[in-house]
């Protein structure tokens, strides 16, 4: 007979001890103790790019340990999967010393007290690479405290095809500097069919729903308006800024002047031989620097140029969306913050930096990275880095993942033309003035 | 429905048919397959299925690049073990939900099955607690304390999987329709009620047995988020966790990854295929024959 | 249960009485099942239940896992604040729609496939292999394929276009998404179903069709009144398997929509994975999570009810 009586017992000795043990640690948030001389630290790496992976197991792990003498133990997780995991270990105490995640889960973290401070480490770089980081390292403070050393840097340009422009009687060297002038272009660009549907889309913008708020933000920037006001506390997109950069989205998208399809549709995440700008479906795209690098692997020989961010022809100044990427934060529970640091500044030394930002294809993050092979034979990267002085990030305010898809929804009412632009920023305003009230 | 399916049951018409919809079904694996034979790319280039260019570096890549190897090894051992603890565990207790009530089984059945209704969203942090307060595990002490109990093990991987609720109530469905009287034939006789469980009931009930395996090593093969929140070195991780290494958000590598999700694949087909025998007894046997 | 006498207190075994050969004693003979459920129901208890009500418990309470100050009790305000919730209302709608239209196509078309792979010719274990196949393929990565399927210049609208209809954004429309993740999830949960009901035919006697066929009964017949009643049980079980899972669809609504457009695609569970993994707020995520088991429950209940026949 298999379930013995002994067998019994022990099984409800373990469900009781199970019980007590959940009841016991369920709820605490002790932070773990550790030995007091560390000479070891865990990573949860924000991304599982091969080129990230072997060059963070094969050469700086390596390099880093046989200087220090310490053990490192990394992991990594794609940083979209990386909330399930944190969220169980900081509830459980087992969070690692050092993890990464987006810039727009940080002021979480801030406000439950869960990540060190690092403007104090920050002050301890030298001059030169204090004014070197200089672009990437705004995007990981939170009320202007360092608290995420970014990896890389993000930022989106528009594309478009030199051979297009040129059929359709556009000179393709002419640089279009306002949005007017670009959506001017688009229009001579789109192609429709008998009934009036748009066959290939003049100018294409992200707008699938976290795609949306980045292309709103960038419009919003580019009228020179905000998302949130400085301080942190209100919206500021419902704003005569705001209106003109909705009501242009919208305008793209819908209408019989429209110069674009698909809406809804995430082509930024599509293989790179279904990118409606190579496959001939687009004339102009906003696009990543990666997926640009893709697409001419994959059809060599593609007329793409990138033109520099435009702004509104009223507005005095322009922002696009872009800045500091994923990075790592070092958790404030840690008994080994030195070592932490250590193994930090090492990943954002110029020349790690510099090999870490081009394997993953990325924007690197420090200026003196636009006189890097990497950036000086790729015209795509020169563009980019060109255009880095315009890239502003998302506001770093508690709740923004929730704000970000709070806009998002009103914003795609609007596409849909459910309610107008005016309309949905104000119902938008008033729900993420309810969030950021909360999150005080 | 096709009168001439149930009875007559070697009609082309019904085999044609069959094959149509196999070859509908499976065309998006197909296309995976062809996906894992082409250069990256060419991903998604052409709705061909026959690649241009054939290559087999995607499944050198997914072997070296995600250590499919060591996870392949990881899957098969925790997935053995949630399979033997199903077999035996889930299908004895559904077999007495079915045929041995005792005074509260029924409330009892609904309140254990009824678990499988609650989001893993919601399930997941207090199974993590659990999983770290495990007793006597990972440097813990009798209380759970101490340690790091489960997590980052084998043995918290298949915390989970060991009986699945719902396999439960597979069993007790399927025994619902036994003949009681064979047991209560044999209980005149003085057999015990394992002995009739053994020799009675267990051997009628392969097809249960069968897709109990079946059922609980794709659940366990398959699943993501658990693995994912419990495991953090690399020689404790699945095969999904391994496919995951080519789906960096941005970043996607589309020949590897299908290279590696059809690789993953072919051992989950080899146990259904095996076991799909079972399947071929009652009614087959006797139709074939009239 | 038995009848009884007023002088036997165990009223329950009393028609046991006159059998000596029963070796166990009578309470332990009432009691033997719980001796087979014991293990499975034990750790169903300790690994399944008690964390399910820990989430009851969490639903009760404003938490965040990452703070340091744990669960803070707010008695019934997470649930009362669902009341108000438009989009929760609107998530419940879509996921009934969800249930009520993947169920009936997923169970009807795995029913005939079923009845069609169960006969023994060669190449047989092939096709059924080949029809389970798209249950265990990684859905991350077929999804892929499928987000191609569905795409601008994909395999769907190509044959749209071949025979003179017009193709559309399948995943971008209001009106087809749901329909176009239905029909992924049709084709995801066939496998499982069909191998479910092939088990369920093998447990029908041989004997009781040639018995029909003697008696004149053409397939049909057959089918009605033999082939169906024989599946009840395990009709039974797919049913209420497929929504219990189905209620809960959130991976395949993650990798083909992320809930859009217009939130025509957002299920419950896809609200509750945001909630408890994007905002950190597992009180709100637990309130919603426990209303949606009040509905799969409730559905179940009547689904089992209403195909729970007779023994037969």
Known sequence: MFIGVRRRWVGVAGATALVVALTGCGLGTSPKKNEPTATSISVWFPGTNKTEIDLVTKTIVPAFEKDTGSKVAVTFVDWTDLSPKLNAAFAAGTAPDVFGHGPAAVADFVVNDRVEPLTRYVASLSKTDAEDLGTA???????????????????????YRADLFTAAGLDPNTPLPTWESVLEAAKKLTKRDGSGKVTRAGLLLPSHPIGLQQTFATLLGSAGGEQITTDGTKAA???????????????????????????????????????????GDAAMEVQTPNNIQQMLLAKPGLQLRLLQPPKFANARSGAALGGAGPGLMINKDSKAKSLAWKFISYLISAKTSATYTEGIG??????????????????????????????????????????????????????HRQVDPATALKQAASEVNAILAAGK | MNRRTVVNRRSPGSVVALAIATLLVVSPFLWMISLAFTPEKDAFGSVGLVPAHPTLDNFVTAFVDAHLGRALVNSTIITLVAVLTNCVAAVAAGYAFALLPFPGSRPLFYLLISTAAVPVSVTLIPLFLMAKGFPL?????????????????????????????????????????????????????GAGEWVIFRRIYLPVARPLVAVTAIFSFTAVWDDFL?????????????????????????????????????????????????????FISGLTDGSVKG | MATSTATVPRPAAAHREQQPTVRYSRPRRRWVGLAFVAPAALYLVAFQLLPVLYGLALS????????????RPVGLANYTRLLSNADFGKALLVTGRYVLQVLPATVVIALLLAVLANRGFRGIGLARSALYVPHIVSLTAVSMVWLWLYSQHGLVNQVFDSVGLPGQGWLLGEGSALNAVSAMRVWKALGSNMVLLLAGLQVIPAARYEAARVDGAGPWQCFRHITLPG??????????????FLAQGFAEIFVLTRGGPLATTTTVNYLIWTEAFQYNQFGTASAMAFVLFAFIVGFSFLAIRGLAGRRS
């Open chain 1, 237 to 279: 997109f419902d704003s005569p800024a705001g209106e003109q950069a909705l009501k242009y989205l919208v305008d793209v998208y819908s209408g019989p002047n429209a110069v674009a399809d698909n809406l809804g549709a995430d082509y930024l995440d599509a293989p790179a031989a279904q990118q409606p700008i190579l496959t």
């Open chain 2, 137 to 189: 595990a990972g440097g813990n002490d009798v209380l759970g304390a101490g340690g790091s109990g489960l997590l980052d093990s084998l043995g918290g991987v298949v915390l989970p999987y060991l009986v699945l609720p719902l396999n439960v109530f597979l069993a007790r469905q399927f025994f619902s329709t036994s003949d009681i009287s064979l047991a209560e034939a044999a209980r005149i006789d």
């Open chain 1, 362 to 415: 990325a924007l690197p993050m420090r200026a003196s990275a636009a006189n890097t092979d990497y950036v000086k034979t790729s015209p795509v990267l020169t563009a980019f880095v060109q255009a880095a002085g315009e890239f502003r990030p998302n506001p770093n305010v508690p709740g923004w993942t929730r704000i970000r898809d709070t806009l998002a929804k009103h914003l795609d009412q609007a596409m």
């Open chain 2, 226 to 278: 658990w693995p994912l929140v419990v495991t953090t070195s690399p020689q404790v991780q699945t095969v999904q966790l391994a496919i995951a290494r080519f789906e960096s958000s941005g970043n996607v590598r589309y020949g590897p990854l299908m290279a590696s999700a059809v690789l993953v694949t072919l051992p989950v087909l080899a146990v259904f295929l095996f076991n799909q025998r079972s």
């Open chain 3, 60 to 71: 009760f309470t404003e938490y965040s896992p990452l703070s340091r100050s744990g669960p």
């Open chain 1, 137 to 159: 390292l705004p995007g990981g403070q939170v009320k202007g405290t360092q608290y995420l050393i970014p990896l890389s840097m993000q930022g989106n340009l528009i594309a």
């Open chain 3, 231 to 244: 599946l009840r049980p395990m009709l039974t079980y797919v049913v209420a398997m497929d929504i219990i």
